[in-house]
């Protein structure tokens, strides 16, 4: 097992539950009144300065009373730059032997900007003594995965209708799933079928699903499912009638920037339109707008912009009603 382990995540859940796991199993049969060391961003304040030293004397403090020591470092994307992170760089070129270091990169209490990645001079770092960050959030395709996971290591049983209706009930809010499993495997015990009469009163309310959910029953044209998409979006995911009109601005217009470009393939066109990463938005665009054609992409560019004038205080009528008909007139186009 590495000496130094390195998680980061945006939801507090699913992160505290693998460092939970991961602090568990690095203490084995130490105490943790002896043996676990945890620093979270008060600790790093002095004055009113921030600085990683705090942790790296800690990591460096010798066991007492155990065999080695567990420290763990809470809340670190405080420091974001290669500046603040040096003294942790240097402990890293030559760690004690006797300490296992856990890094936590996630925002504190204290921290009004956006969480950002590992400053690349620790990134090289950890890099050349071949350690991965461990990236907890979940979401998309990727929620699958992690359901199927969970429920096998719970032994929670569901049959085919039951998986479906918890898949699609969670969306992206899998962070939820660890209560639903421990209600489910005490209520019926290890092994039983469960069917989705059986789920159906532990779920609560439907989480929240991803932006590409909500554009892709708009262009399949199904104004019920895009309105449930979008409304699973305000009230399980808590996003803003304005966010969720962001995501779509940045849809149509990559369709709208598509018309006529010299482009001929999603490569081509996501190189064209500055999309870095995964070409598949950029397809999907490509593809709706092919269907949609000029005057239809024009129209739509047209309601987009109606609505973030009403949204923004256009009109007296409520900020759902607003989004809801958007969807509905984009869906019918």
């Keep these: 097992m590495s000496s130094v382990q390195v998680f980061s995540g945006t939801d507090s859940v699913l992160l505290d539950q693998a460092v939970r796991a991961a602090i568990k199993e690095a203490l084995g049969d130490q105490s943790p009144d002896f043996a676990l060391a945890e620093l979270t961003e008060p600790d790093y304040q002095a004055d009113e300065h921030y600085s990683i030293s705090t942790l790296v004397d800690a990591a460096q403090t010798p066991p007492m009373l155990s065999d080695r020591r567990v420290v763990v470092g809470h809340h ?78 719970t032994g929670v049983n569901l049959d085919r209708g039951a998986r479906r209706m918890l898949g699609e009930h969670l ?52 104004i019920p499912s895009a309105l449930r998409a979008a409304r699973r979006m305000m009230h399980g995911g808590e996003r803003h009638p304005l966010a969720i009109l962001a995501s779509l601005t940045t849809h149509y217009q990559r369709m709208a920037s598509l018309d006529g470009a010299p482009v001929g393939g999603e490569k081509d066109a996501a190189a064209f339109l500055g999309v870095k990463g995964s070409t598949y938005p950029v397809k999907k665009a490509m593809q709706q707008a092919r269907r949609m054609g000029p005057d239809h992409v024009k129209r739509a560019w047209g309601l987009i912009a109606q609505a973030d004038i009403d949204l923004r205080g256009g009109t007296a009528a409520d900020p759902e009603q607003v989004l809801e008909v958007l969807i509905a007139r984009l869906a019918r186009l």
């Design 76 to 153: 670190l994307a405080r420091f974001s730059t290669g500046d603040s992170v040096e003294p942790l760089v240097n402990y890293l070129a030559n760690p004690l032997d006797t300490t296992h270091l856990i890094l936590v990169w996630s925002r504190g209490p204290a921290l009004n900007k956006r969480s950002t990645g590992l400053p690349k001079k620790l990134s090289e770092s950890l890099k050349a003594m071949k350690v991965t960050v461990t990236k907890t959030d979940v979401g998309g395709r990727e929620a699958d995965g992690y359901i199927d996971a969970k429920l096998r290591e």
């Design 171 to 222: 969306g992206d809010d899998v962070n939820r799933l660890g209560g639903i499993l421990q209600s489910l495997a005490a209520t019926y015990g290890d092994g039983t079928k469960l069917t989705a009469d059986h789920i159906a009163p532990y779920l609560g309310g439907a989480g929240d699903v991803p932006p590409w959910e909500l554009t892709d029953t708009i262009a399949d044209g199904n």
